[in-house]
């Protein structure tokens, strides 16, 4: 079975940083995309970042600068850096990884940014 668990969620200021991490529950050496994605009150869910097998990258145009996306196989983990927190940065933020043609998600953990 798979499944995802993010944590590292919670409160912050802004300009603050935070690190979310996501632990699937099998291999992620053979899964080549994995992403995390965000989704605000009255907003549809949207990616964030994504990283692929062979480490390339792509980001949200809000965070790029701000977050950084990494990936360690040997522990089965997928972290988002997220620093320079801004308010509009709050959401509940989602892991997603593709695998045997379908997604998996976690349950999402809450980020907020706020004095």
């Known amino acids: 079975q798979v499944q995802l668990v993010e944590s590292g969620g919670g409160l912050v200021q802004p300009g603050g940083s935070l690190r979310l991490s996501c632990a699937v529950s099998?291999?992620?050496?053979?899964?080549?995309?994995m992403g995390w994605y965000r989704q605000a009150p009255g907003k549809q869910r949207d990616v964030v970042a994504r990283i692929r097998g062979d480490g390339s990258t792509d980001y949200a145009d809000s965070v790029k600068g701000r977050i950084t996306i990494s990936r360690d196989n040997a522990k089965n983990t997928v972290y988002l850096q997220m620093n320079s927190l801004k308010p509009e940065d709050t959401a509940v933020y989602y892991c997603?990884?593709?695998?045997?043609?379908?997604?998996?998600w976690g349950q999402g953990t809450q980020v907020t940014v706020s004095s």
């Open positions: 099998v291999s992620i050496f053979a899964i080549n995309t």
């Open positions: 997603k990884i593709q695998t045997g043609g379908r997604a998996y």
